[in-house]
């Protein structure tokens, strides 16, 4: 694939009114979200939900994409059709989360650094070989009053890097992910300023191994307090300081910027990212979505590991495809929830993102 054949898959990743499915739960991950809701966690059951939400009827109207882990990747349908021609069939392209996870970084004690370049480039291969265009690596970012250190910013920045760069050689479109968790008790205004530094570091290290920015994705946390912080935000402040924020650090050359929910309220995570796309003032790349729980939970909280629902969990999911394509380009009204109760998700399952 040429440079401008990833450019061309990079714009469609974040078509108009179009955003990212991150269905790339690892199987202990998803173990922990399934033991809630009492579902068994098999191959088998992991499988029946990812081929749920995979073919869930009208949702690729607003999803352009799903990334997908390695156990799903190389899965088939009941009907013996691998979940990634799956996607094809709905017009979605197929990405796949590449990294192996944020490990305990040497002397810095409660930060992480995420790994798997190792043997990347071989396995991008493979994974182009099933049919994946895009792929995804996370950064994990602690914040505390002393946290996080220049050097787990740096370290983490230059993985990105690498891994972006190896991408870009392998054809596939990357998408690059420093996560800032909304974990703790910091202000808003603490969140900014720490997405600002890790974005800067980011970009350099980006810049400096030479990846094609015009061939890429960010897929950032929008800037919010800590969910233990007293002073939430409105609407329009979480807006305001995210897109000043993305200004001032994020290159136009950029396609497109996908937000992680980060464990937002499904509906919150919407209309935060409707907020953004509403203000004025320029914004040279595309905003959209790459939800994991927020697109997730209420279909999960729908299909409950019964087959019988099956039809219940892809209406769940079609809706909030349906409000976060909305919200894509600033058209997203609370009318539109009317349709859908299953929203409302229960508190101590988003926590969960363990990779
Ligand atoms: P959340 O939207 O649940 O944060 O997940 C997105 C994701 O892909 C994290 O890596």
Redesign the pocket.
Known sequence: MASHDLQVVARTLVSDGKGIL?A?ETSPTLTKRFDTLGIQSTEQSRRIYREMLFTSPGAGEFISGV?MYDETIRQKSAGDTPLAKILENQHMLAGIKVDTGAKPMADHPHETVTEGLDGLRDRLAEYRAMGAVFA?W?AVIHLTETLPSAACVSANAHALARYAALCQEQEFVPIV?P?VLMDGSHTIERCEEVTGIVLQAVFHALLEQGVVLESMLLKPNMVVPGKDCPRQASLEAVAVATLRCLRRHVPAAVPGIVF????QDARLATAHLNAINRLEGPKPWKISF?????LQDPALEAWHGKDVNLTAGQRALYLRANSNGAASLGKYSDEMEAASSSADEPAHRRDW?DD
């Open positions: 991150a790339d990334i995804k996370r992910e996560e992680l929910s980060g464990g790459s939800f994991g729980r927020a993102r």
